[in-house]
């Protein structure tokens, strides 16, 4: 959940009184939210740096509060107090309204073709006549970080760009180059840099390099230019310098360009309707118009309200309350989704405004129905239908298993699901065409390539990583792994399987051997080859020749146990011999 910080004294003045801490905490329990810690500046930097970093910072007290990842409308000041407002009746809900220029044409963004290859899609708006403040010019941008952090994915879908209009002329043309022919001055910089200088200059930036593999890649760089030539911005990286916002700004102009058009509207709206407030006629945001390359023209913002109808049962059977439309229609229009009842009180009319992008599907109405309601408020009843729950068999034999493995000394590991095409075939000596591995499509690294064929891989880097522990060392993990199957319908099943290592000075073949033997006690089964377990000797290019078996229970094959041959141990950097057992538990269900 993302976590915004606003001051206290600035929180109370907007919302008109004071609270104490624990009258806020269940304000904002009552609302859906979360306060997470009462700070300061001063505590922050003397938690994290050490009491002589916070000499001189604030001491002004800070509400750290926990939003939901899909409120973007709640990511600052302005958005939180003014939907705790409208919850506690204190306001209506504002309208928001797109208008026209008052003299002139809107203004224009023209996109061309060269997008296409790194952000082909751009929105933009303007906010006239908008008055700042440093608080609120601090929130300002706060709420672009925010954003950029949460529904615009670190910038890889969504990057903002907002600019004081009056420095700049349209139309604007939002194109790519090659790299090396864009060149201007970037934001809070003394001179002007080419494209190449920039990745190179940020690369070194703790905030800034984070964005550069979004396009450094890229043949062309993305790139707004004003009439004249002058660079508004290079996205997602950095905007120039000659457009910078400050306290004085008036006007701004506001653009995103994208790689998802939709998030793109998303994030305009959010950020035009929680600051428009601001301007000259509030809750009012002029529009622009984008030009696409094929000359399909739209008009943004869209700031579109919606309309759904429910039916009041649908609503109180979900929630298990029993509440009459009239109260529904209030509840809701205190979460913001102002409501009305409709057909002699069978359907709630709710109108969906431009700020609640998370309002997708009816069960997120009912959601918020159960929010103004308040869950603590809800009684607790009793399912009409009912079951008595119980372990899932193959869990329950895995703990049993696992505690008595514990017993004989052995520690258990927990390694990841997912290695390297090397953990399951090189380094074990075999064929990788042969290990029935499900391979991912797009791996971020080589260490995560393939889901486990088998545990073994695992518990020898556990071992090579604790290496300077005591010997010996005894190991186990009781875990799936994944094989290919053509008979599911997914393709691949899950194996629950066990395997122990023991690694020692010398082989230890008897106490995998003993091991083996006390876990078919436990299973009940006696030495014998009817329904009992049996070893036969057997060939694999993982153990020492002569020094494998095949181990057979009820039957069937389920696993191997031996010493490892000197080049597998040698391949996961291990220096003494090592001697493994695996087997497949899903038969003794």
Known sequence: MPTISVKRDLLFQALGRTYTDEEFDELCFEFGLELDEVTSEKDIISREQGDGKAD?????????????????????LEGLTRGLLVFKNRIEAPRYTRVGPLNGDMEKLVITEETAQV???????????????????????????????????????????????????????????????????????????????????YRTDSHLRHYLHIIEDKPVFPIIYDSNGIVLSMPPIINGDHSKITLNTRNVFIECTATDRTKAKIVLDTIVTMFSEYCEKPFTVEAAQVIYPNEDMYTYPEMGYRKEILSTDFINKRVGISETPDSLAKMLTRMHLTSKVIENGAQIEIEIPPTRADIIHPCDIVEDAAIAFGYNNIKMTIPKAYTVANQFPLNKLSELLRQDMAAGGFTEALTFALCSQDDIADKLSKDLAKTRAVHIANPKTAEFQVARTTLLSGLLKTVAANRKMPLPLKLFEISDVVLKDPSKDVGAKNERRLCALYYNKNPGFEVIHGLLDRIMQLLDLKPGTESGYYMQAAEDSTFFPGRCAEIFALGKSIGKLGVLHPDVITKFELTMPCSTLEIDIEPFL
Do not use: W
Request: aromatic content about 8%; proline content about 6%.
């Open 119 to 201: 952000r082909p899609h751009a929105v933009a708006a303007v906010l006239r006549n908008i008055t700042f403040t440093k608080d609120r010019y601090d929130s300002f941008i706060e709420l672009q970080e925010k954003l950029h952090q949460n529904i615009c994915r670190r910038r890889a879908l969504v990057a903002i760009g907002t600019h004081d209009l009056d420095t700049i002329s349209g139309p604007f043309s939002y194109t790519a180059q090659p790299p090396s022919e864009i060149k201007f001055k970037p934001l809070n910089q003394s001179k002007e840099y080419t494209a190449i200088e920039l990745m190179d200059l």
């Open 56 to 76: 001189g910072a604030s001491e002004v007290v800070l509400y750290k509060i926990d939003v939901p990842a899909n409120r973007y409308d709640l990511l600052c």
